[in-house]
């Protein structure tokens, strides 16, 4: 079944800190990756995608089929950040993306 | 440009009345999805539209869950005899063409069921 986990419900660091938020799927085939993020009060947004393997303000993630895995990292956390991360896969043939539970980034001052 | 609109953004209504939602994809996508946003439950795919045809209902929690898509534009979701368990956020989003194309996100309709 395709699936996807994100274990932490809220993650919360200090500014400055680095930051991962993790992400781990299910999927029998080539997976397509996506993080998507709801800033307070606004809608949802991409982030980026793995395909792109691009840096969007400062988060880079990486597919790691080995440990069927694509945490969202940052260096070091700004208060902006946040915000509401959900983690989504491409689901193939079902043609849909299967989101994560999504976690709560809460960047301390 | 004007992005996705739904409405109303706030729903309360009583357990067993039928609501309607609305969402107004933005021009020349395609590609439409209803999601279902609850505390602890994530984002759940409800449905999804490819022009007027909805090739893929396998979200609907159940039968009193419908949806459709006239002239490949605006969408409706009609729920019937609502219970308390559908209080959620029902967001709605739209792409050009294919889910793994960008997903745009509307601001959601708040349904409370009393």
């Known amino acids: 079944a395709q699936r996807v986990t994100q274990p932490e419900k809220l993650l919360s660091v200090f500014k400055g800190a680095p930051v991962e938020l993790k992400c781990n799927y299910s999927y029998s085939g080539s997976p397509e990756l996506f993080w998507y993020v709801q800033y307070s009060r606004q809608r949802l947004q991409l982030l980026l995608r793995?395909?792109s393997r691009e840096s969007i303000k400062g988060f880079t993630a990486d597919l790691n089929k080995g440990e069927t895995s694509f945490h969202l990292k940052k260096p070091f956390a700004q208060e902006e950040d946040s915000a509401m991360y959900y983690c989504?896969?491409?689901?193939?043939?079902?043609?849909?993306?299967?989101f994560g539970t999504g976690t709560l980034l809460a960047v301390q001052p | 440009g004007a992005g996705v609109s739904q409405s109303p953004s706030n729903k309360v209504t009583e357990k067993g009345k039928d609501v309607e939602l609305r969402c107004d994809p933005i021009s020349g996508h395609t590609a439409l999805y209803w999601y279902r946003q609850s505390l602890g439950q994530g984002l759940e795919f409800l449905i999804y539209f490819q022009g007027n045809s909805a090739p893929d209902k396998s979200g609907l929690p159940s039968d009193r869950f419908s949806a459709e898509r006239t002239g490949g534009s605006v969408s409706t979701l009609t729920i019937q005899r609502t219970q308390q368990e559908d209080s959620a956020v029902y967001l709605c989003?739209?792409?050009?063409?294919?889910?793994?194309?960008?997903?745009?996100f509307g601001p959601g309709t708040r349904l409370t069921v009393l």
């Open positions: 989504a896969l491409y689901g193939g043939a079902t043609n849909k993306l299967i």
């Open positions: 989003a739209s792409s050009f063409r294919h889910s793994t194309d960008t997903q745009y």
């Open positions: 793995h395909i």
